[in-house]
């Protein structure tokens, strides 16, 4: 923190009269005027920092995670995924590795949660039989790091056993012991009107039988795995170029077919702003424009909760905590023995992409097991109904409010991508393997979160 000028002070202290101090006070006087004027005018010289020097963002928030009650005997955290990269939800896969950030450094504290897994293969039916799978294995919380209308089967089911649930990727059913990390459709709509440039003539494109909230639509698209592609990026094209300077078009679906729209946007010479759904963040939407062709241009845009890694960079208590996390997942990607949550491979090859978000939810569920004396998860859903956690719970980025359906007291920003590595985490093993950063300019905060 910076201090506060003491001019006040200065100025209104008592005068002595010159006539009073002799000569060689006076000029000891001077020097010393000079000396401080030369230290605080002189040129902030800073030796330069590698990329890698994470010097810069020492974290003050300690590595270690030690639970208040020491109460973590027999914590089980479900968490739901999605595999195979056709099936929806499948994006957050590597982004979920961020659970696994958490469990270390609730080992270091020595006090340990266990964490299993369940895939919901992208289908309701499978997402209740993962709820059914975790509930059998005795899980006091369950996460779903999944997204799409497909996750409805895990809430339903969860509920009809009393199973709280913290959804981090996707905001859908909550409520009635149902959190969400992710924006709902109100934060988004208005986060989409924030985003969209003056008097924009938005062009929608989106998957068909999707109703989607946008300011000022002037066409719409519709597309499902039929439609020629190419094709509709060669209309919008024309369409864009009638609208001239206001045209903004927003993409929406999953990571994959955004990338492959987006490229072929590219290819046809659109040159408005791209705004794409939430799905874009994930590291899937990078690996698949670069792999179609495309490129990670300056207008490309999307809406949500700043949890970029430039936080870290921040002196306040966000950043710290981010700081913090990421330290962690350094940490974890330098040593080969540390696994994903599936134990298939090491983590280092997910630390590129291990999100913040899947590390707060499994922090939630620690803290608000640990608080209750029996294993029952209906004492931990009236807990946790009642928490406010943050830095000094070592959450990464903004507090949590679980009082509220949608905790996170961040506000939905403006988000703009950049291949600019921080160099603030490990990078991929492959040089070519595509990275996005995302972005929040400064003054671009949309306060969309009621207290």
Avoid: C
């Amino acid at each position: 923190m910076t201090p506060e000028p003491q001019l006040e002070e200065e100025q209104t202290s008592r005068r002595v009269p010159l006539t009073i101090i002799g000569w060689g006070a006076l000029l000891g006087v001077l020097l010393l005027v000079i000396v401080v004027a030369a230290h605080l005018l002189r040129p902030d010289i800073r030796p330069l920092r590698a990329p890698g020097d994470t010097e810069a963002i020492a974290p003050i928030v300690p590595q270690e995670i030690t639970l208040p009650n020491n109460n973590n005997r027999d914590a089980k955290i479900g968490i739901i995924m999605t595999y195979g990269e056709d099936a929806e939800g499948s994006e957050w896969v590597l982004p979920a590795q961020g659970a696994a950030v958490a469990a270390h450094r609730l080992d270091l504290g020595k006090t340990p949660v266990q964490l299993t897994v369940a895939n919901d293969k992208g289908t309701s039916d499978g997402a209740r039989d993962a709820v059914e799978k975790l509930k059998s294995e005795g899980v006091q919380g369950i996460i779903i790091s999944s997204s799409g209308e497909h996750i409805k089967g895990a809430t339903n089911a969860a509920r009809e056993s009393s199973i709280p649930v913290i959804e981090v990727y996707d905001s859908v059913d909550t409520g009635r012991g149902v959190w969400s990390l992710a924006p709902n459709p109100e934060q988004l709509s208005q986060a989409y009107v924030q985003a969209s440039q003056p008097s924009t003539q938005s062009i929608v494109i989106a998957p068909k039988d999707t109703e989607v909230k946008i300011p000022q639509v002037a066409a719409k698209h519709a597309y499902d795995r039929d439609t020629d592609v190419r094709e509709l990026a060669q209309d919008v094209k024309k369409e864009s170029q009638s609208y001239g300077a206001s045209a903004n078009i927003f993409v929406s679906g999953s990571a994959i077919r955004q990338a492959k729209i987006v490229k072929e946007l590219q290819y046809a010479g659109v040159t408005a702003q791209i705004l794409l759904s939430p799905q874009a963040v994930s590291p899937i939407f990078a690996r698949t424009l670069v792999a179609e062709g495309g490129t990670v241009s300056a207008n490309l845009t999307t809406v949500g909760y700043n949890m970029s890694d430039s936080l870290a960079l921040q002196s306040d208590d966000p950043g710290r905590g981010l700081a913090a996390f990421l330290e962690a997942v350094r940490v974890m990607g330098q040593d080969s023995s540390y696994m994903t949550l599936q134990d298939d491979q090491a983590f280092k090859s997910a630390a590129p992409y291990a999100d913040a978000r899947s590390h707060n939810a499994v922090l939630a569920f620690a803290y608000a097991i640990d608080k209750v004396h029996e294993r029952k998860p209906e004492a931990v859903t009236r807990v946790l109904e009642s928490m406010r956690l943050d830095a000094a719970q070592a959450i990464a980025g903004d507090a949590l409010d679980f009082t509220h359906e949608n905790p996170t007291t961040a506000p939905v920003q403006t988000l703009h991508a950049t291949e600019q590595s921080l160099g603030l985490r490990p990078e991929p093993s492959n040089d070519q393997e595509p990275r996005i950063v995302w972005f929040a300019e400064r003054g671009t905060r949309t306060e969309t979160y009621n207290e």
